[in-house]
């Protein structure tokens, strides 16, 4: 492992605690200790389907601010969230973690620092499965959350004077495709008129508030 990686990627996942804190103490500094801190994540934390993290959006990255995040803690009443994650997994893999799922949740803060494994083989690689289709699901929620936030950032530089509330919807997709395509483009013509639509009542709101 190279510390340039931290710089490289957006993401760095450690197996465990042990690992992850030799990371972070190999930094020059405890505040770059601490604006790293959120791209070195426990492989055990992607087990969690109730894992959420900001960390990776451009404003955090920029202000060089911790991430907020949640790890529920797993009990009896959490069947639905063990089927959310094993849903995230196709056929074959499902089959292969379903019988093992429970003792993966219920180890999942060690689960990947065991020393014997031979005998805990089946959980840690169920365990490994799982968490891997949670990396992939953190990764799509972080990269839809950053074009909903781009979408934003577009409509407010478009569309912020009382002028712009007669603008047609037309008129004002056109003008977004041009603006970037890309950002555009990762939504559906539809969706991008629900966001439009959206917009244009806030900035009404906010337009009537000021006149008050």
């Known amino acids: 492992f190279d510390l340039s990686y931290l710089d490289e990627y957006d993401l760095v996942v450690a197996m465990d605690e042990d690992i992850r804190s030799l990371i972070l103490r190999s930094l020059p500094s405890s505040e770059d200790q601490e604006y790293y801190r959120p791209r070195c994540r426990l492989m055990s934390e992607f087990l969690s389907p109730g894992f959420v993290t900001n960390s990776m959006t451009h404003e955090n990255c920029e202000k060089r601010t911790a991430p907020t995040n949640a790890l529920p803690k797993q009990n009896a009443n959490n069947n639905s969230n ?96 041009r603006c970037n395509s890309v950002v555009t483009g990762y939504f559906s013509p539809g969706q991008r008129k629900k966001r439009f639509e959206r917009h244009l009542a806030k900035l009404q709101a906010k337009l009537s508030d000021q006149h008050i």
Request: aromatic share 8%; glycine share 4%.
């Open 82 to 177: 063990n089927r959310a994650q094993l849903d995230m997994l196709d056929p074959v893999y499902q089959e292969r973690v379903a019988p093992w799922v429970d003792q993966v949740l219920d180890r999942s803060s060690n689960l990947f620092a065991t020393t014997d494994l031979i005998s805990d083989w089946p959980v840690v690689e169920s365990g490994l499965i799982l968490a891997s289709g949670g990396i992939a699901r953190f990764c799509l929620a972080t990269m839809e959350a950053q074009f909903e936030a781009a979408m934003e950032s577009l409509l407010q530089t478009n569309l912020y004077k009382k002028e712009h509330l007669e603008k047609h919807w037309d008129e004002v997709d056109m003008q977004l495709r």
